[in-house]
T-cell receptor, first 112, second 115 residues
Framework: SQQGEEDPQALSIQEGENATMNCSYK?????LQWYRQNSGRGLVHLIL?????REKHSGRLRVTLDTSKKSSSLLITASRAADTASYFC????????????FGKGTKLTVNP | DAGITQSPRYKITETGRQVTLMCHQT?????MFWYRQDLGHGLRLIYY???????DKGEVPDGYVVSRSKTENFPLTLESATRSQTSVYFC??????????????FGQGTRLTVV
Protein backbone atom coordinates (compact mmCIF):
# COMPACT_ATOMS: atom_id res chain seq x y z
CA SER A 1 0.00 0.00 0.00
CA GLN A 2 1.08 3.58 -0.53
CA GLN A 3 3.13 5.27 2.13
CA GLY A 4 1.39 8.62 2.04
CA GLU A 5 -2.32 9.31 2.18
CA GLU A 6 -3.63 12.80 1.57
CA ASP A 7 -6.78 14.20 3.06
CA PRO A 8 -9.15 15.46 1.80
CA GLN A 9 -9.27 13.84 -1.63
CA ALA A 10 -10.85 16.99 -3.05
CA LEU A 11 -11.12 20.56 -1.80
CA SER A 12 -13.01 23.47 -3.31
CA ILE A 13 -12.52 27.02 -1.99
CA GLN A 14 -12.93 30.63 -3.04
CA GLU A 15 -10.07 32.83 -4.16
CA GLY A 16 -8.43 34.52 -1.18
CA GLU A 17 -9.22 31.71 1.26
CA ASN A 18 -6.61 29.44 2.78
CA ALA A 19 -6.31 25.80 1.72
CA THR A 20 -5.09 23.09 4.06
CA MET A 21 -4.17 19.60 2.94
CA ASN A 22 -3.03 16.79 5.18
CA CYS A 23 -0.77 13.81 4.63
CA SER A 24 -0.35 10.76 6.82
CA TYR A 25 2.34 8.14 6.37
CA LYS A 26 3.19 4.79 7.84
CA UNK A 27 6.92 4.27 8.33
CA UNK A 28 9.91 6.31 9.46
CA UNK A 29 11.00 8.91 6.97
CA UNK A 30 14.10 10.90 6.15
CA UNK A 31 12.15 13.75 4.62
CA LEU A 32 8.70 14.62 3.32
CA GLN A 33 8.04 16.60 0.19
CA TRP A 34 5.04 18.26 -1.43
CA TYR A 35 4.47 18.40 -5.17
CA ARG A 36 1.97 20.04 -7.44
CA GLN A 37 0.54 18.68 -10.66
CA ASN A 38 -1.45 20.66 -13.15
CA SER A 39 -3.84 18.63 -15.23
CA GLY A 40 -2.03 16.25 -17.56
CA ARG A 41 1.43 17.55 -16.71
CA GLY A 42 4.44 16.30 -14.79
CA LEU A 43 4.84 16.98 -11.09
CA VAL A 44 6.64 20.04 -9.80
CA HIS A 45 8.43 20.13 -6.44
CA LEU A 46 7.09 22.70 -3.96
CA ILE A 47 8.84 22.20 -0.65
CA LEU A 48 10.86 19.66 1.36
CA UNK A 49 10.88 19.25 5.12
CA UNK A 50 13.42 17.05 6.90
CA UNK A 51 12.44 14.62 9.64
CA UNK A 52 14.13 16.80 12.29
CA UNK A 53 12.23 19.93 11.22
CA ARG A 54 8.76 20.87 12.44
CA GLU A 55 7.77 23.75 10.19
CA LYS A 56 8.93 25.32 6.96
CA HIS A 57 7.77 28.29 4.89
CA SER A 58 8.15 29.15 1.23
CA GLY A 59 6.23 32.16 -0.06
CA ARG A 60 2.52 31.44 0.50
CA LEU A 61 3.25 27.83 1.49
CA ARG A 62 3.59 26.58 5.04
CA VAL A 63 4.40 22.96 5.78
CA THR A 64 4.34 21.30 9.18
CA LEU A 65 5.62 17.87 10.14
CA ASP A 66 4.69 15.83 13.20
CA THR A 67 6.80 12.68 13.22
CA SER A 68 5.13 11.40 16.40
CA LYS A 69 1.79 11.34 14.58
CA LYS A 70 3.37 10.50 11.21
CA SER A 71 1.57 13.38 9.59
CA SER A 72 2.20 16.58 7.66
CA SER A 73 0.07 19.48 6.50
CA LEU A 74 0.41 21.91 3.62
CA LEU A 75 -1.19 25.32 3.99
CA ILE A 76 -1.60 27.60 0.99
CA THR A 77 -2.52 31.09 2.11
CA ALA A 78 -4.50 33.65 0.12
CA SER A 79 -5.22 31.14 -2.63
CA ARG A 80 -5.52 32.13 -6.28
CA ALA A 81 -7.32 30.54 -9.20
CA ALA A 82 -3.88 29.61 -10.55
CA ASP A 83 -3.36 27.36 -7.50
CA THR A 84 -5.96 24.98 -8.91
CA ALA A 85 -4.10 21.68 -9.26
CA SER A 86 -3.53 18.34 -7.56
CA TYR A 87 -1.15 18.27 -4.62
CA PHE A 88 0.82 15.23 -3.55
CA CYS A 89 2.95 14.43 -0.57
CA UNK A 90 5.95 12.14 -1.00
CA UNK A 91 8.11 10.49 1.61
CA UNK A 92 11.76 9.62 1.27
CA UNK A 93 12.30 6.35 3.11
CA UNK A 94 14.88 3.61 3.22
CA UNK A 95 13.97 0.35 1.51
CA UNK A 96 17.12 -1.20 0.20
CA UNK A 97 18.11 2.05 -1.38
CA UNK A 98 16.30 5.27 -0.54
CA UNK A 99 12.94 5.51 -2.29
CA UNK A 100 10.41 8.27 -2.89
CA UNK A 101 6.81 7.17 -2.42
CA PHE A 102 3.77 9.29 -3.23
CA GLY A 103 0.24 9.41 -1.91
CA LYS A 104 -2.98 9.63 -3.87
CA GLY A 105 -3.16 13.40 -3.83
CA THR A 106 -5.62 16.17 -3.05
CA LYS A 107 -7.41 17.89 -5.91
CA LEU A 108 -7.70 21.59 -5.10
CA THR A 109 -10.10 23.84 -6.97
CA VAL A 110 -9.90 27.57 -6.33
CA ASN A 111 -12.95 29.39 -7.63
CA PRO A 112 -12.53 32.97 -8.84
CA ASP B 1 18.54 20.23 -23.87
CA ALA B 2 18.97 20.11 -20.12
CA GLY B 3 16.40 18.25 -18.12
CA ILE B 4 14.62 14.93 -18.09
CA THR B 5 12.89 13.63 -21.18
CA GLN B 6 10.62 10.69 -21.79
CA SER B 7 9.85 9.03 -25.07
CA PRO B 8 7.51 8.33 -26.64
CA ARG B 9 4.90 10.79 -25.32
CA TYR B 10 2.06 8.61 -26.54
CA LYS B 11 2.00 4.92 -27.36
CA ILE B 12 -0.70 2.49 -28.37
CA THR B 13 0.24 -1.17 -28.32
CA GLU B 14 -1.47 -4.52 -28.44
CA THR B 15 -1.86 -7.00 -25.64
CA GLY B 16 1.13 -9.33 -25.42
CA ARG B 17 3.62 -7.05 -27.13
CA GLN B 18 6.83 -5.87 -25.52
CA VAL B 19 7.08 -2.13 -25.04
CA THR B 20 9.98 -0.02 -23.83
CA LEU B 21 9.57 3.46 -22.42
CA MET B 22 12.67 5.61 -22.43
CA CYS B 23 13.87 8.10 -19.86
CA HIS B 24 16.95 10.30 -20.16
CA GLN B 25 18.28 12.92 -17.74
CA THR B 26 21.11 15.37 -18.25
CA UNK B 27 21.90 16.28 -14.63
CA UNK B 28 23.76 13.10 -13.64
CA UNK B 29 21.37 12.63 -10.73
CA UNK B 30 22.11 9.43 -8.84
CA UNK B 31 18.49 8.41 -8.31
CA MET B 32 15.90 7.65 -10.96
CA PHE B 33 12.31 6.49 -10.54
CA TRP B 34 9.45 5.11 -12.58
CA TYR B 35 5.85 5.74 -11.52
CA ARG B 36 2.48 4.99 -12.99
CA GLN B 37 -0.48 7.26 -12.46
CA ASP B 38 -4.04 5.97 -12.53
CA LEU B 39 -7.27 7.60 -11.40
CA GLY B 40 -7.88 6.87 -7.76
CA HIS B 41 -4.37 5.60 -7.11
CA GLY B 42 -2.19 8.67 -7.36
CA LEU B 43 1.39 7.85 -8.29
CA ARG B 44 2.63 4.35 -7.59
CA LEU B 45 6.31 3.49 -7.62
CA ILE B 46 7.22 0.75 -10.09
CA TYR B 47 11.02 0.59 -9.88
CA TYR B 48 13.80 2.85 -8.74
CA UNK B 49 17.54 3.04 -9.07
CA UNK B 50 20.14 4.51 -6.73
CA UNK B 51 22.96 4.43 -9.30
CA UNK B 52 24.04 2.70 -12.47
CA UNK B 53 23.60 -1.07 -12.13
CA UNK B 54 21.57 -0.73 -8.90
CA UNK B 55 17.82 -1.17 -9.18
CA ASP B 56 15.08 -1.99 -6.67
CA LYS B 57 11.43 -2.95 -6.85
CA GLY B 58 8.82 -0.44 -5.84
CA GLU B 59 5.16 -0.93 -4.96
CA VAL B 60 3.94 -2.40 -8.25
CA PRO B 61 6.85 -4.06 -10.11
CA ASP B 62 5.09 -7.11 -11.58
CA GLY B 63 5.16 -7.20 -15.38
CA TYR B 64 7.92 -4.59 -15.66
CA VAL B 65 11.67 -4.78 -16.15
CA VAL B 66 14.24 -2.02 -15.80
CA SER B 67 17.92 -1.59 -16.43
CA ARG B 68 20.39 1.17 -15.77
CA SER B 69 23.69 0.63 -17.51
CA LYS B 70 24.37 4.38 -17.68
CA THR B 71 23.61 7.03 -15.07
CA GLU B 72 21.57 9.13 -17.48
CA ASN B 73 19.23 6.46 -18.86
CA PHE B 74 16.58 4.37 -17.13
CA PRO B 75 14.39 2.47 -19.60
CA LEU B 76 11.23 0.69 -18.46
CA THR B 77 10.12 -2.42 -20.36
CA LEU B 78 6.72 -4.05 -20.28
CA GLU B 79 7.60 -7.61 -21.17
CA SER B 80 4.12 -8.65 -22.34
CA ALA B 81 1.71 -5.74 -22.17
CA THR B 82 -1.70 -6.21 -20.57
CA ARG B 83 -4.73 -3.90 -20.57
CA SER B 84 -4.21 -3.27 -16.85
CA GLN B 85 -0.93 -1.58 -17.75
CA THR B 86 -2.78 1.17 -19.60
CA SER B 87 -1.68 4.23 -17.67
CA VAL B 88 0.37 7.39 -17.66
CA TYR B 89 3.99 6.66 -16.82
CA PHE B 90 6.29 9.21 -15.24
CA CYS B 91 10.03 9.08 -14.90
CA UNK B 92 11.82 11.21 -12.31
CA UNK B 93 15.37 11.85 -11.16
CA UNK B 94 16.96 13.36 -8.08
CA UNK B 95 20.06 13.35 -5.92
CA UNK B 96 20.57 11.81 -2.53
CA UNK B 97 21.50 14.13 0.30
CA UNK B 98 22.43 13.13 3.81
CA UNK B 99 18.75 13.35 4.69
CA UNK B 100 17.09 11.37 1.95
CA UNK B 101 16.26 11.91 -1.69
CA UNK B 102 16.23 15.59 -2.56
CA UNK B 103 13.84 17.34 -4.91
CA UNK B 104 12.78 15.04 -7.76
CA UNK B 105 12.42 16.34 -11.30
CA PHE B 106 9.75 14.77 -13.47
CA GLY B 107 9.50 14.06 -17.14
CA GLN B 108 6.40 15.07 -19.08
CA GLY B 109 4.97 11.55 -18.96
CA THR B 110 4.16 8.79 -21.44
CA ARG B 111 0.52 7.94 -22.03
CA LEU B 112 0.39 4.22 -22.81
CA THR B 113 -2.72 2.50 -24.08
CA VAL B 114 -2.82 -1.28 -24.36
CA VAL B 115 -5.58 -2.55 -26.63
Amino acid sequence: SQQGEEDPQALSIQEGENATMNCSYKTSINNLQWYRQNSGRGLVHLILIRSNEREKHSGRLRVTLDTSKKSSSLLITASRAADTASYFCATSTQGGSEKLVFGKGTKLTVNP
Amino acid sequence: DAGITQSPRYKITETGRQVTLMCHQTWSHSYMFWYRQDLGHGLRLIYYSAAADITDKGEVPDGYVVSRSKTENFPLTLESATRSQTSVYFCASGDYTGTGVAEAFFGQGTRLTVV
